[in-house]
């Protein structure tokens, strides 16, 4: 059964790439970190641009970056990023045409079962709580934009085995990614320009746009910038 009822509009559909298959991969500690790529264009490619609003505050030197190179980005916000933030929510609203708000869950809960921690965040635990953290987050979303999202990246990206089908079921599609350039917003700016701008035709970039005291979110800017100038073509998912 689905329970959120997704269906996306005209323009999502056609302004859209293709979105290959998503490939779970090895087990790490026993959690999957799925990959997701876009279908590839050959030379000089394609890439799409996937950024985490988890809970912290609104980076503007990614945002401003992304609408003065018309460059389009996915934004995995969570309900409690939104809350925090009325002001980079204004702006996301404010250029559709440059960004797509998608779920990242409502109080950044790891879908994972038990009670270990994922990289010192508590975790969603049970199935029923993390229906209960996409679903309150896709409404969250819905307030918000007058659309409920397509998508879902869970926090930390990380996945019990057993909630990929479960998440599923719901009629949500998992958001995985094939280049993180910036580990949690933990490397210099240099390292994430550099991740960046090596990106392949296809490639998922995963990022943050909610730290804007660190390093990193200048290393996006400056990556998405040189990686434009390189030719390559952005695409949404």
């Known amino acids: ?103 990242h869950g409502a109080k950044h809960l790891p879908p994972v079962l038990g009670n270990t921690p994922v990289y010192g965040l508590p975790v969603a635990g049970t199935l029923p709580a993390i229906r209960t953290e996409i679903i309150d987050g896709a409404v969250a979303i819905s307030d918000a934009t007058g659309r409920m999202p397509l998508w879902y990246r869970g926090a930390a990206g990380l996945y019990s085995p057993e909630a990929i089908p479960f998440i599923e079921a719901l009629g949500v599609k998992i958001a995985g990614y094939s280049l993180n350039s910036d580990q949690g917003a933990s490397l210099p700016a240099a390292s994430v320009a550099k991740r960046i701008t090596a990106a392949r035709d296809g490639d998922v970039i995963e990022g943050h746009i909610n730290q804007p005291k660190r390093a990193s979110g200048a290393g996006i800017a400056e990556g998405l910038v040189a990686l434009q100038a390189q030719g390559m073509k952005f695409v949404r998912l």
């Open 1 to 103: 059964m689905c329970f959120l009822c997704i269906k996306p509009t005209r323009r999502e559909f056609l302004g859209g790439a293709i979105a290959m298959p998503l490939a779970l991969g090895a087990p790490r500690h026993g959690l999957l970190e799925p990959v997701l790529r876009v279908a590839p264009a050959g030379a000089p490619g394609q890439v799409a641009v996937t950024l985490d609003a988890c809970p912290g505050h609104f980076d503007p030197r990614v945002a401003t970056a992304l609408v003065a190179h018309q460059i389009p980005a996915t934004i995995f916000v969570t309900a409690i990023w939104m809350k925090w933030n009325r002001d980079g929510l204004a702006y996301f609203l404010a250029h559709p045409d440059i960004f797509t708000l998608e779920n």
